[in-house]
């Protein structure tokens, strides 16, 4: 089963500093067909004007991953962890027991990102938090681990979660086709963060959400240079 999201069907608002799309129930924005898929909770797609962002806040329970596709981020939280991610780059915040943090941009342009909340596979973990470049070259037509909590994914220096799920990402030039597996009982959810697509077959186009479930593998094909993310969790 492939579901298009079309962006122009995603919820949000513009808060004037913040300007967030979501592909799932959020905030403000509640459709009950769109409230999770498998694991996978929360989709975000934020742009943050300069000198702006999200003052300090809780969370817990919960596995934060931040994409940066434009601009740069700055982390900080009451664990002491701080640190600025980069355009390309990823950051995880496993919130566990508890952590409060703030994230702003401190740029002189407007930041773009993809916020991505994963249902951890068990609670009260201890908090974490962790930020890695992650070259683009290096996932030309072919998928690169991002962020996992899989066994298999265990020594390839993704960042670490704690579920049994990983968010990868691939740069796919136009004219390629790259095939992914998908396990029984798994399922995917992508984003071309750049770019369009064909996804077994269907059209998705910059930013629209693709919902993937109860196929043996995903052929994508560009039909623009694409820059692409996606995450691949238990259906359940």
């Known amino acids: 089963m492939i579901d298009i999201r079309p962006f122009a069907s995603l919820g949000g608002?513009?808060?004037?500093?913040?300007?967030?799309?979501?592909?799932?129930?959020?905030a403000g924005y509640h459709d009950p067909s769109r409230m999770s898929w498998g694991r996978l909770r929360v989709w975000n797609d934020d742009e943050i004007a300069p000198g702006t962002g999200?003052?300090?806040?809780?969370?817990?329970d919960m596995e934060i991953i931040t994409y940066v596709r434009e601009g740069a981020i700055t982390h900080r939280d009451n664990l002491g962890n701080?640190?600025?991610?980069?355009?390309?780059?990823?950051?995880i915040m496993s919130a566990g027991s508890g952590v409060v943090h703030a994230e702003y941009n401190l740029e002189k342009e407007t930041t773009k990102i993809f916020q991505i909340w994963i249902v951890p596979d068990r609670?009260?973990?201890k908090p974490n938090w962790g930020a890695k470049e992650f070259p683009k070259a290096?996932?030309?037509a072919g998928f690169e681990v991002l962020a996992s909590g899989r066994p298999a994914d265990a020594a390839t220096g993704a960042l670490p979660l704690n579920v049994d799920g990983a968010v990868l990402a691939a740069t796919v030039k136009a004219g390629q086709t790259l095939v992914q597996p998908l396990a029984p009982?798994?399922?995917?959810?992508?984003?071309?963060?750049?770019?369009?697509?064909?996804?077994n077959g269907h059209a998705a186009a910059a930013r629209d959400g693709i919902a993937v479930a109860g196929e043996s593998a995903i052929e994508i094909a560009a039909t623009e240079d694409a820059e692409i993310v996606m995450?691949?969790?238990?259906?359940?």
């Not at 608002?13 to 959020?26: E, I, M, P, V």
């Not at 798994?186 to 064909?198: C, F, N, S």
């Not at 995450?231 to 359940?236: N, T």
């Open 13 to 26: 608002a513009n808060h004037g500093w913040l300007n967030a799309r979501h592909h799932f129930s959020f």
């Open 54 to 60: 999200f003052d300090a806040h809780p969370h817990r």
């Open 82 to 91: 701080q640190g600025r991610t980069g355009a390309g780059d990823v950051q």
């Open 123 to 125: 609670r009260g973990a």
């Open 138 to 140: 290096a996932r030309e």
């Open 185 to 199: 009982g798994r399922a995917a959810y992508l984003v071309a963060a750049k770019g369009a697509i064909t996804v």
């Open 231 to 236: 995450v691949e969790v238990a259906e359940g």
